[in-house]
């Protein structure tokens, strides 16, 4: 990644359909080897940036450059950037090699670079040999490669990607995004993939985008994002979480001393106000089995890689926490004592 001449920057762009705003002011700096994701769920706008990106919508403001120079005003076909489609709109009368090779003859390229690039291109999504093939002869991962090569054949500058993963099977959908991911090492240019899925996400990135509602509300590597949420939607959207009511009774440095229901005491990272009413979030898997805070079991539901157990704490506050494989599960009814690792929940920006 190189943040240093970012590949992409868009500069205050709105959208706007009508009275409704689909981007509020969005600014973002994407580098010009980077993995970078637009993540939020259906009608945040996420696919709207990406088509603003790409040049089939205009933005009402701000300014969108790739590569130091403004792209806000040329038309799509103008633009170096190609688009992966969720659904890939291969052309179902064309092999797979003149489906690839279609971009490149409306380049005007000769022959003999076409059938050199088709060849390189198809070998680099591990497709060599498909050339004679047609799309209903491919399964869906084949497709999705064939779409690959043929947005990559032109050497885009940028290449969005729309959710390309969203048609698949689970199975293939992991391989895939270990194939995207490798893709994008390998060709070395900026991938801008659009997803609602947050573990597909979480898995893939460089570096997320959260958006909600036309806002952006955080942007961050995965790890930052997951552990450091900057507000509570990212919070409760990117994984699973207890949001807890607490109050302030002590700040320490970059830490404040909260109470919860019950009147145990938490310690947490991020400050707030002394006395301030706030909500703390606290990853499920970062619960202890052991500790003061005693929880009234109310439900054990076993999830294959861990048992996740729900209940109530004193004063009615539901808490989720996720055991490891090998530990025994309570009973349900039983009440068990559990503590929060120091640091490990975070208080909430309001």
Do not use: W
Request: proline share 6%; aromatic share 4%; charged share 20%.
């Amino acid at each position: 990644m190189t943040q240093d001449s970012p590949a992409l920057v868009l500069s205050n762009v709105s959208k706007s359909f009508g009275p409704v705003m689909a981007l509020d002011h969005i600014s973002l700096e994407i580098g010009a080897n980077e993995f970078f994701t637009l993540l939020g769920p259906s009608g945040c706008g996420k696919t709207t940036l990406l088509r603003l990106i790409a040049g089939f919508e205009l933005a009402n403001s701000g300014q969108i450059c790739l590569f130091g120079k403004d792209i806000a005003g040329l038309p799509a076909n103008k633009r170096p950037v190609n688009t992966v489609f969720q659904q890939y709109a291969l052309f179902p009368h064309m092999s797979v090699g003149e489906n690839v090779a279609f971009a490149l003859r409306r380049l005007r390229r000769s022959e003999s670079d076409i059938k050199k690039r088709v060849g390189e291109i198809l070998e680099t999504v591990d497709l060599a040999g498909y050339q004679s093939r047609f799309p209903h002869q491919l399964s869906g991962g084949q497709q999705q490669r064939v779409a690959l090569a043929r947005a990559l054949a032109p050497a885009p500058k940028l290449l969005l990607l729309d959710e390309p993963l969203s048609a698949l099977d689970l199975k293939l959908r992991q391989q895939m995004r270990r194939e995207l991911k490798n893709l994008q090492h390998e060709t070395g240019i900026a991938f801008v993939f659009v997803t609602h899925d947050q573990g597909e996400a979480l898995a893939m990135s460089d570096r997320i985008a959260v958006l909600s509602q036309g806002e952006l509300h955080q942007v961050g590597t995965p790890k930052e994002v997951y552990e450091s949420p900057a507000t509570r939607f990212v919070a409760g959207f990117i994984g699973d979480i207890n949001v807890l009511e607490a109050s302030v009774v002590e700040t320490r440095g970059d830490e404040s001393i909260c109470r919860i229901a019950g009147g145990h005491i938490v310690v947490c990272s991020g400050v707030a106000p002394l006395n301030a009413r706030v909500h703390i979030a606290i990853r499920p898997e970062r619960i202890k089995l052991s500790g003061s805070i005693p929880l009234e079991v109310k439900e054990v539901a076993y999830l294959g890689d861990a048992t996740e157990v729900t209940g109530n704490i004193s004063g009615g506050a539901e808490l989720r926490l996720r055991l490891p494989p090998g530990t025994s599960p309570p009973e349900l009814g039983a009440t068990i004592h559990v503590s929060c690792e120091t640091r490990t929940a975070r208080v909430l920006p309001d």
